[in-house]
């Protein structure tokens, strides 16, 4: 089945639309080593930005050439693959040593949950979708679901804000080099 350049640009726009969405970040792991804090803003900001890297490129490959059903459904793989990689990076972080590291770990093991549940279920969507209304309606979803994903990691950051009240994280997400170009993006 063919997919127009209309549908593949509107998927490519929703792809896009989770990055932009899930700009800044902090994550927890679900080990119980504990990292300083400046590392820890560190790796979750590296996750980010390899995922956010994946999501682009994923996102671009539909935008060039012509899409097809074997060429979405590669995509979405791709995209999922890359999704379950954030989520395993999120988990393995280790918790930051501040006094609310417990807390933002458990936070961010709760997100890396979240969009691995989000990518399973766009996947089901588009390899469940027949036909043109069926790719329509799935589309439909996979949009509804990643707005849901950005939603879930600038609610989870929110959280970490909420959970630091000595503002040991948000200082440690300022000073790590690895996050400059994600604080700076959505400041």
């Known amino acids: ?10 998927l490519a726009a929703v792809f896009a639309a989770v990055v932009l969405v899930s700009g800044c970040g902090g994550g927890k792991s679900s080990s119980s080593n504990t990292k300083p804090a400046e590392d820890w803003a560190n790796s979750v900001c590296s996750a980010i930005t390899t995922w956010t890297t994946s999501v ?5 490959s539909l935008r060039s050439g012509s899409v097809n059903e074997s060429s979405l459904n590669s995509a979405v793989n791709d995209f999922q693959s890359s999704t379950k990689q954030l989520a395993d990076d999120l988990k393995g972080l280790g918790r930051p040593d501040t006094s609310s590291g417990q807390k933002a770990q458990a936070s961010v093991d709760k997100l890396a949950n979240e969009i691995q549940t989000d990518a399973d279920k766009i996947k089901s969507e588009i390899k469940g979708a027949s036909g043109v209304a069926g790719l329509q309606k799935a589309l439909a979803n996979v949009g509804v679901t990643l707005t849901q994903m950005g939603e879930q990691v600038t609610g989870t950051f929110a959280e970490l804000g909420n959970l630091d009240a000595k503002g040991e994280l948000e200082s440690a997400f300022k000073k790590a080099d690895k996050c400059s170009s994600l604080v700076k993006s959505s400041g």
Not at 1 to 10: D, E, H, I
Not at 56 to 60: A, D, E, Y
């Open 56 to 60: 682009r490129q994923t996102g671009n």
């Open 1 to 10: 089945m063919a997919v127009s350049t209309t549908r593949l640009a509107a």
